[in-house]
């Protein structure tokens, strides 16, 4: 049995993902920074982990290489590691805008780089995860929406240069959906309703939509599928919200 390597895999997403994985009989390596909460996850789900520093260029592919000869070889990676800053541009120092693009830029080159070695000969997925923001303008997004459309341009190239080896690469660009990273925008109700109120399904999005659409994407049942990215958003980068009348 193959294996899904699930990078920043104690994170809210990360964690919920890898939880349905392993409930729907997948086996996943567990990629992060945190060896006390890895070390705890993976005794909660019976499944290995590797402790990467993703600022370091090749710490991701040894920390694979080295659990390769385990797990059967890879069935697909997904990056879930990300950041959130909300400045303006002229607040943003240089210092801020270079973690934001090594956290979600350079970890999703990092992903792509090491999963066109480790896939060639079988084919697989890669999942990256993009934003709304980097679709439509959003005010004091400047950082994270460069590095996120960074991560769908260079998405879509890999997903040409990589599919002949069957290998499938596919962004997810959500809404704000409510994790441990956004509590900041949604923690209250007046900042939850301004947020909800944005989106024209009415909702904010919620961890099982963002788990339910990367498992379809890393399942080999849905192997026509690359070079897409899917706006997991309630309408947001898409519809004007109608105005909503009390009732």
Not at 157 to 173: D, F, G, L, P, Q
Request: aromatic fraction near 4%.
């Amino acid at each position: 049995m193959s294996t899904i390597a699930i990078l920043g895999a104690t994170g809210t997403i990360g964690s919920a993902l890898s939880r349905h994985l392993v409930a729907t009989t997948n086996q996943v390596l567990l990629l992060g920074r945190d060896p006390d909460k890895l070390a705890a996850l993976s005794a909660e789900l019976d499944q290995p982990f590797a402790v990467v520093d993703f600022s370091v260029s090749q710490s991701l592919e040894h920390a694979l290489v080295e659990h390769s000869e385990h797990c059967g070889g890879y069935q697909g990676l997904v990056n879930c590691i990300g950041s959130m800053l909300l400045k303006p541009a002229h607040s943003t120092s240089d210092a801020e805008f270079r973690e934001t693009l090594e956290t979600n830029l350079f970890t999703a080159f990092s992903t792509i780089r090491t999963g066109g070695k480790l896939l060639r000969k079988s084919g697989g997925s890669i999942v990256l995860f993009a934003s709304a923001a980097a679709e439509i303008g959003i005010p004091n997004h400047e950082a994270i929406a460069a590095a996120k459309g960074g991560v769908i341009g260079m998405a879509r190239s890999a997903a040409a240069t990589y599919a002949s080896h069957k290998i499938r690469v596919n962004v997810i660009s959500p809404g704000l959906v409510q994790t441990r990273l956004s509590r900041q925008i949604w923690d209250t109700p007046t900042a939850a309703a301004a947020s909800t109120e944005m989106h024209a399904l009415g909702r904010l999005g919620e961890t099982q939509d963002v788990v339910s659409l990367a498992a379809w994407l890393l399942d080999p049942q849905n192997s026509w599928i690359t070079g897409q990215v899917i706006g997991l958003d309630g309408g947001l980068s898409s519809l004007l919200p109608r105005r909503r009348q009390s009732t």
